[in-house]
Antibody
Framework: QVQLQQSGPGLVKPSQTLSLTCAISGDSVSSDSAAWNWVRQSPSRGLEWLGRTYYRSKWYNDYAVSVNARITINPDTSKNQFSLQLKSVTPEDTAVYFC???????????WGQGTLVTVSS | DIQMTQSPSSLSAPVGDRVTITCRASQSINNYLNWYQHKPGKAPKLLISTASSLESGVPSRFSGSGSGTDFALTISSLRPEDFATYYCQQSYTAPLTFGGGTKVEIK
């Protein structure tokens, strides 16, 4: 059974960097058939995919256009986890952040528990 | 980006009703369309993959149809636990995109 466990702060100040980690059990971040994603949910935007990392003989990343200039998603093979960094946050980045797995062509089949991140001074 | 347009944005229906939610893609996505159920305080739940494949453990009253640009999620007989927000999502190409959601409420 795949489980994703998120960790990271729930409060970030404007202009600072949001950092979250997603620890994987029951699968590998280096799987050659899975991708590891970050998705956020807010009342104003609904569900919004932010980006993913995946391994297919080498590492790849894809990011949403809306955050492309500010986002980094990194795998950590030594800890079997992946992370999200979102720079220069504003109150509009306030949302519940989820990590999730995809196995093409299926959708997001396993999710983390969600982390409410509030951007406020 | 591929835009996903859901309709309606909300609906109100009694228990036992048949409900259909539609989703339209801005270009053909073959059958790379997934449906989710989302309840407050929980992670979204994958109901249907590749337009019509019911995920393991999902009740058979849920069904999906369509291909190309037009898709539908049908709940054949609403139950109290089905009141939630439903999202479609395309997995055809990055950036992956979701529809705006359909909130299903009790009438």
């Amino acid at each position: 059974q795949v489980q994703l466990q998120q960790s990271g702060p729930g409060l970030v100040k404007p202009s600072q960097t949001l950092s979250l980690t997603c620890a994987i059990s029951g699968d590998s971040v280096s799987s050659d058939s899975a991708a590891w994603n970050w998705v956020r949910q807010s009342p104003s935007r609904g569900l919004e995919w932010l980006g993913r990392t995946y391994y297919r003989s080498k590492w790849y990343n894809d990011y949403a256009v809306s955050v492309n200039a500010r986002i980094t998603i990194n795998p950590d093979t030594s800890k079997n986890q992946f992370s999200l960094q979102l720079k220069s946050v504003t109150p509009e980045d306030t949302a519940v952040y989820f990590c999730a797995r995809t196995m093409t062509p299926r959708g997001f089949d396993y999710w983390g528990q969600g982390t409410l991140v509030t951007v406020s001074s | 980006d591929i835009q996903m347009t859901q309709s309606p944005s909300s609906l109100s229906a009694p228990v036992g009703d048949r409900v259909t939610i539609t989703c339209r893609a801005s270009q053909s996505i073959n059958n790379y369309l997934n449906w989710y159920q989302h309840k407050p305080g929980k992670a979204p739940k994958l109901l249907i993959s590749t337009a019509s494949s019911l995920e393991s453990g999902v009740p058979s009253r849920f069904s999906g149809s369509g291909s190309g640009t037009d898709f539908a999620l049908t709940i054949s007989s609403l139950r109290p636990e089905d009141f939630a927000t439903y999202y479609c999502q395309q997995s055809y190409t990055a950036p992956l995109t979701f529809g705006g959601g359909t909130k299903v409420e009790i009438k």
